[in-house]
């Protein structure tokens, strides 16, 4: 699979951005699920050791399996995980599955979200624990695993089965975990096809609906009686929960606070939520983030045309005016296209944002960084602030990221090369120039 790096202008060996050559091949992997037909990569994780955790959509000769791969520090696989360095399995037995995320808890445990297929049309929002072996931790849900089913049927999410993968589409999965460990998570219920509402669901730390939670585990995340799609959560330092995807049609970015009881933060933007458009066109919040002084920032996708999207908030949901006149930033990159689909806040509170370029074989990684104060920073990949690269001969897409210790950046997701394969890929995430005594 041969490696392609593009800047904006020449860049030095060793700096943030490059590859790292130390890892796996040249910077690359492919992660291996054993007996599977394809996968891609959906989520990435670090745990306490620094290796690996991938959460992947796998395929095999009888269907969609959810899959969990570990990669020890250096890019191998770590062949004492589960079987030969993976786990596929099904959250209900006789049911299609996939994996949207994973998190690695306090106490090493591994948690997996991701979607059960009710059927061709129809998902579920599905849990599964697993020790730092990769076997289930049987006390939680029905033996390690739990498909989540509401009243009135309101879980159930329609299953995207022709939008290509990476493409914002239907099936969106994000969950977080509370410090007392009461797990958060998002589901989409259409309740027609131009009639839909997002979900805001808490369980137990053993996978029961939590009724303390707005006094039945759930709360419908509608604003203005306009249709809502939830994509991302976070949970502030505070406790508040915030929610964003999109609303209405066409498309308006969408954010939303809660308070730790599943009550509407009233005190957020306007009435809890706040809307955005970008110079006329639709809008999607994929990742939001926040700073230490409370701040917000939130990545994602413009639409007609798909362009790379960065917004910056004050803590109460108001534009940052000293941000691009508070308005939403655009990164264009490419002929066709692109998006940022993850972000993660470093210490220092420079935020780096992976995505992709949109389109055929010229869908390629992307990775950025920006500052504390929301702008590109120009201290990233040599001044250009961004990089694309390309790993085959066609279709690459970055869907997760997490950084290692060393500063290390690890980025999952995908390339069709025949089939879909899922890839991992660190990248520098510092100058690393050598000393010479």
Excluded at 117 to 146: E, I, K
């Amino acid at each position: 699979m041969p490696d392609q790096t593009a800047f904006a202008r020449p860049a030095a060996q060793y700096t943030a951005g490059h590859l790292d050559k130390s890892f796996a091949s040249n910077g690359k992997t492919q992660v291996y699920f054993a007996g599977s037909t394809s996968s891609i990569a959906n989520s990435v994780a670090i745990d306490s050791s620094g290796r690996v955790l991938v959460a992947a959509k796998v395929g095999t000769r009888d269907g969609h399996c959810f899959g969990l791969a570990r990669l020890l520090e250096d890019g191998s696989a770590d062949l004492a995980f589960g079987t030969r360095g993976s786990v596929i399995g099904q959250f209900q037995r006789g049911y299609e599955a996939m994996a949207g995320k994973v998190l690695v808890l306090a106490n090493g445990n591994i948690l997996v979200a991701g979607l059960h297929y009710q059927d061709a049309h129809q998902t579920l929002p599905a849990l599964a624990l697993f020790d730092s072996q990769g076997h289930p931790v049987r006390d939680f849900g029905d033996n390690g695993r739990c498909v989540i089913r509401l009243p009135g049927n309101l879980s159930l999410g329609m299953r995207d089965a022709w939008l290509p993968p990476g493409v914002p589409g239907a099936e969106a999965c994000d969950v977080k975990v509370q410090a007392d460990g009461r797990i958060l998570l998002l589901a989409n219920h259409h309740f027609e096809l131009a009639d839909h509402v997002g979900l805001l669901i808490r369980l137990t730390c053993n996978g029961e609906l939590d009724s303390a939670f707005n006094g039945r585990g759930f709360v419908i995340v509608r604003h203005l009686l306009m249709n809502s799609w939830l994509s991302s959560l976070m949970v502030q330092r505070d406790g508040r929960i915030m929610v964003g995807g999109s609303i209405n049609f066409p498309e308006e970015g969408l954010l939303a606070r809660y308070l730790p009881d599943g009550s509407l933060d009233d005190s957020f933007a306007v009435d809890g939520f706040m809307t955005f458009s970008v110079q006329g066109h639709s809008a999607q919040v994929s990742q939001i983030v926040q700073q230490d002084n409370g701040d917000l920032q939130c990545f994602g996708t413009s639409r007609d045309p798909m362009h790379c999207l960065a917004l910056k908030l004050q803590s109460n949901g108001r534009p940052d005016a000293r941000c691009n006149g508070g308005q939403p930033h655009l990164l264009k990159v490419g002929l066709s296209g692109c998006q940022w689909t993850a972000a993660q806040l470093q210490p220092d509170g420079r935020v780096l944002t992976v995505g992709a370029t949109i389109g055929g074989v010229e869908a390629d990684f992307l990775l950025a960084r920006y500052l504390p104060g929301g702008q590109l920073d120009p201290g990233f990949a040599e001044g250009t602030c961004w990089v694309r690269t390309r790993l085959g001969r066609s279709l690459d897409t970055a869907t997760s990221m997490a950084v290692q210790a060393d500063g290390g950046i690890v980025v999952g997701g995908y390339s069709l090369d025949g089939n879909y394969r899922a890839v991992v890929v660190r990248y520098l995430g510092q100058d690393n120039h050598f000393s010479h005594t």
